[in-house]
């Protein structure tokens, strides 16, 4: 089973417009919400695609009970901790060519013994678990060293451990040494402090990364597609798709896709061709929805051992 901890989910609500004016009144054309955070969304996306998951999270306030019924009606499983404070609410504003401005709240405060019962909760579930995820921001209250911790408890009882978070909290986590990584390119530059141009450049900073302890990196770079890369080995891959409707969350799906791959026994090409096709198939979804197995048969994924490593990221 893949546990994943969101310490800061959301009630996310996508509005569609025409063309966002900053001071106007903006009328959407459609709107929608999902349940949301970056850890739920990998459970979304696994649950959808039957690999059997749990996300833990903490939940309170009208939000928190929204957040649990949504992720009730969409059939995750999940274990909410009960906080007093409200869960927050994540705004997208979409527009025609899929551009995405997200508006993110904080999240609610969560007191010490509210962090110590999440952390607990999720370390009971990790005993039946061959990896957690901890993923997403914290929110106030929460010791940035939460995701180190985990990496460093979990690690030590044969779980092993995915984050994906930005901030302090990120180098952090990687300074524990966590069997995967995933930065996406902004968060992998902020990570090696330095503007990464080309593929060259993001490889030769995951390799950075491995060399510092961490077992497999994968980098998604948005239309330019993922690489994974370990001690030993390199793959790009990448997925062409025409229409994009909302990027909000494709990364999770390609974690997803990654892990669902893994835990069935892909190797490192094989779980990013997955964790690509499950990232494009989402691009292609409006609002954060994740893909079912029918949206994923008609993406042609295309992958290499040997990218072209001058080639600049767009
Ligand atoms: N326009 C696109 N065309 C094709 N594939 C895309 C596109 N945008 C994203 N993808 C796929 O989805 C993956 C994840 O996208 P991206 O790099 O934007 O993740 P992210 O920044 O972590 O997103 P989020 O934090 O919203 O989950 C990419 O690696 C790629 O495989
Ligand atoms: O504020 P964070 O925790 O960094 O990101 C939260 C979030 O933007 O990430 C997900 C998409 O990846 C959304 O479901 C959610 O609203």
């Not at 800061?8 to 509005?15: E, H, I, L």
């Not at 901030?167 to 966590?178: I, K």
């Not at 497999?216 to 891959?237: K, M, N, P, R, Y």
Request: glycine share 10%; proline share 7%.
């Amino acid at each position: 089973m893949i546990v994943t901890l969101t310490p800061n989910p959301s009630v996310d609500r996508t509005m569609s417009f025409e063309r966002i004016a900053l001071g106007e009144v903006q009328r959407a054309a459609s709107g929608r919400i999902d349940p949301g955070g970056k850890g739920i969304n990998v459970s979304r996306a696994l649950a959808a695609n039957e690999t059997p998951t749990l996300a833990v999270l903490p939940a309170g306030g009208p939000e928190g009970h929204l957040l649990t019924e949504l992720l009730d009606a969409a059939r995750v499983p999940h274990l909410a901790v009960e906080i007093a404070g409200s869960a927050r609410m994540n705004i997208a504003a979409v527009e025609p060519d899929g551009t995405t401005t997200k508006l993110n709240e904080a999240g609610p405060h969560l007191t010490d013994a509210e962090v110590s019962a999440l952390f607990g909760a999720t370390a009971r579930a990790c005993v039946s678990a061959s990896w957690v995820v901890g993923c997403g921001s914290l929110p106030p209250g929460v010791p940035t060293t939460l995701y180190a911790e985990l990496v460093r408890r979990m690690s030590g009882r044969g779980v092993k451990v995915a984050i994906d978070t930005s901030g302090a909290p990120f180098p952090l986590a990687v300074a524990a040494r966590p069997h995967l990584i995933k930065p996406n390119h902004e968060e992998l530059a902020e990570l090696v402090g330095r503007p990464l141009s080309t593929v060259g450049d993001v490889v030769d900073a995951a390799r950075e990364l491995v060399a510092d302890g961490v077992e497999t990196v994968v980098v998604s770079l948005g239309a330019d597609g993922a690489i994974a890369v370990t001690a030993d080995e390199l793959v790009w891959a990448g997925a062409k798709i025409a229409d994009p409707l909302s990027t909000v969350g494709a990364g999770d799906c390609l974690l997803a896709g990654f892990l669902h791959s893994t835990v069935a026994g892909g190797d490192l090409e094989a779980a990013l061709r997955e964790g690509v096709r499950w990232g494009a198939a989402a691009v292609r979804l409006p609002g954060s929805q994740v893909p079912h197995l029918e949206d994923l048969t008609d993406i042609e994924v295309h992958s290499t051992r040997t990218p072209q490593l001058d080639r600049v990221i767009s």
